[in-house]
């Protein structure tokens, strides 16, 4: 994706987008996460996005920099399980993209975000947790791009529609992971909020990418979603 | 010496744990990182400069209460440069045990985690 400018804009471009729209669903996440949590996912996650969108504001970081510095602020100001989960997987993720924004780092950095969520939440499909809305999405890019050959924003879009499936699939589960697994059966119904957020983070890293790929026709975004592993995977979860 | 930790997402917790720990190992150093900032949760920084603060160079055990406390424990540990492990055992059970292998003139960190761990199989009513 186009020089280093380019791309450094497009990560500060998405980076505040986060942070708008996290601060936008405030109120909804913490309405979930009063429902079987402990009703802080919503302002930790906006309160975090914030501090860092404006630590990096003005930086002239290359991306790969900029992206760790997002997740150190993380860390540092977004609290309970979300700090390490979302701002140490993103920190962690970043050394993907020390050769910039491209198809191919950007698989790498959806697969290393994943893995340390997995090995750092001790999750797994199915746990009702944003394991299931974060795995079909990164599945489903890297498919995309690698099998299907789609172009970079296409995937994109069909990661997001696989994570929104992966969130309405959170609802029927018994949470098995944090907060919510001591409500035990109580759980059941209620649609994850770490889930959610993440589905919100993507879709605003979508519109950033229709922003700044719009070279790439989005004709194929309108094609019908390809069948691939992920329903399998969601069926051999809800056992 | 082996320098203890106790995270807990509750400051008073954290350092009531504390207090009850040192009345046995009294001269186990022993610190608290408890609450984020005055409210219920763990805080990475805290955990960290904790860590840090009781490492004399012998290393650190971790006694963690929930979920987010060994997340943050696990990355405080990443993050920081001190020999340091977070024991799998009760909180303040663990806590208790460890501080009092800490005073052990031969205690490692594997045998303060040892102790710590032994308090999984602790029954209160038999």
Redesign the interface.
């Known amino acids: 994706m186009a020089d280093a400018d380019t791309q450094r804009e497009a990560v500060l471009t998405a980076i505040d987008r986060v942070a708008d729209r996290l601060e936008e669903e405030r109120s909804y996440l913490t309405e979930l996460d009063s429902a079987i949590g402990d009703a802080d996912h919503g302002s930790n996650l906006s309160r975090g996005f914030r501090a860092a969108a404006d630590e990096v504001e003005n930086s002239e970081d290359d991306v790969d920099e900029i992206v760790k510095t997002i997740g150190v602020t993380l860390i540092s100001k977004v609290g309970g399980a979300s700090g390490p989960l979302y701002g140490g997987s993103i920190m962690s993720a970043s050394q993907e993209l020390d050769d910039g924004l491209t198809a191919e780092t950007s698989i790498a950095f959806g697969e290393a975000y994943l893995e340390k969520v997995l090995d750092r939440g001790d999750a797994r499909v199915g746990a009702k947790t944003m394991v299931d809305a974060l795995t079909p999405a990164v599945h489903t890019y890297k498919k995309s791009i690698e099998v299907d050959d789609l172009p970079p924003l296409t995937a994109l879009a069909k990661a997001v529609e696989a994570a929104e499936a992966g969130v309405a699939f959170t609802v029927p589960l018994r949470a098995e992971k944090g907060r919510a697994s001591f409500l035990g059966w109580r759980s059941v119904g209620h649609q994850d909020p770490g889930a959610t957020s993440t589905l919100f983070i993507m879709e605003e890293l979508l519109a950033t990418a229709e922003q700044y790929l719009e070279g790439e026709t989005d004709v194929d975004a309108a094609a019908p979603t390809e069948p691939d592993v992920d329903p399998d995977e969601v069926d051999g979860g809800e056992e | 010496m082996i320098g203890l930790v106790v995270v807990s997402h509750s400051q008073k917790a954290a350092e009531g744990i504390c207090e009850i720990a040192a009345q046995m190992g009294g001269d186990a150093p022993i610190e608290p990182a408890g609450g984020?900032?005055g409210?219920?949760?763990?805080?990475?920084?805290a955990i960290k400069d904790a860590i840090k603060s009781v490492d004399d160079g012998d290393g650190v055990v971790v006694l963690v209460d929930?979920?987010?406390a060994v997340?943050?424990a696990?990355?405080a540990i990443e993050?920081g440069d001190t020999d340091a492990v977070i024991a799998d055992a009760p909180v303040l059970e663990g806590a208790l045990n460890a501080a009092v292998e800490a005073t052990n003139p031969s205690a490692t960190i594997d045998s303060v985690v040892e102790k710590a761990e032994d308090a999984r199989d602790y029954h209160k009513v038999n």
């Not at chain 2, 409210?39 to 920084?45: A, K, L, M, S, Y």
């Open positions: 984020d900032d409210e219920i949760g763990t805080d990475v920084t929930l979920g987010s997340m943050n696990e990355l993050m």
